[in-house]
């Protein structure tokens, strides 16, 4: 069964610092992945995903992850946070067989300090 | 940018008490999915539905639940009889096709069960 665990329920940065926020999955088959921020009281936003092209995958806000299939992985960074970069950030995996059907991490909680 | 909508933004009932909630999709999509958040954890797979049937439904979408697309727009997630541990985010989202589509995601109804 698919599964997704995200490391860290909270991460501190100081504004301008690297963010990095890690994501491993488990999958049986070649997964789809994602990562979604949310804002407080709003819906959850795609920032990027990965479908098997390349393995670098850069997104809105200046976010990027790599897919890293010897490691089970897919983590998100962003070179120099800022202080809108404060959200919870969830990454999820597909299968193709399961039409469509996202399975999210707990997800993460990014501050930023100015 | 199209979006999608979903009323109530909050909503409160008594247990046992029958709900409705409802999502405004992207117009041009196909599959509909609904997704809940209880506080604290993560946003859970209830069901995906297309071509006007449930494609798939997790453990959570029992009995109590069911969805409907009755005028062609609106997609709606009734629950019969509420429980107490429904209280959650609950999240529409849309998208064109599958796999690796992105799914948008509504603001979410908050629903609070007395």
């Known amino acids: 069964a698919q599964s997704v665990t995200q490391l860290g329920s909270h991460v501190s940065v100081s504004e301008g610092a690297l963010v990095l926020l890690r994501c491993n999955y488990s999958s049986s088959v070649p997964p789809y992945l994602f990562w979604y921020v949310q804002y407080p009281n709003q819906g959850l936003q795609l920032l990027l995903k990965y479908t098997s092209a390349a393995t670098l995958v850069k997104g809105i806000n200046g976010f990027e992850a790599e897919f890293k299939k010897s490691e089970t992985s897919f983590h998100l960074t962003k070179p120099s946070a800022h202080m809108s970069d404060a959200a919870e950030y969830f990454c999820a995996v597909t299968e193709g067989n399961q039409g469509g059907k996202l399975i999210f991490g707990q997800g993460t909680e990014l501050s930023v300090k100015p | 940018e199209p979006e999608v909508t979903q009323t109530p933004s909050h909503q409160v009932t008594q247990m046992g008490q029958e709900v409705i909630l409802r999502c405004v999709p992207i117009?041009?999509?196909?599959?509909f999915y609904w997704y809940r958040q209880i506080l604290g954890q993560k946003v859970e797979f209830l069901v995906s539905?297309?071509?006007?049937?449930?494609?798939?439904k997790s453990e959570i979408f029992d009995d109590q639940f069911s969805v409907e697309r009755p005028d062609g727009s609106n997609f709606t997630l009734k629950i019969r009889s509420t429980k107490l541990e429904d209280s959650a985010m609950y999240f529409c989202?849309?998208?064109?096709?599958?796999?690796?589509?992105?799914?948008?995601f509504g603001p979410g109804t908050r629903l609070t069960v007395l």
């Open positions: 989202a849309t998208g064109y096709s599958t796999y690796t589509d992105t799914q948008y």
């Open positions: 117009s041009n999509h196909l599959y």
């Open positions: 539905f297309y071509n006007n049937e449930i494609s798939e």
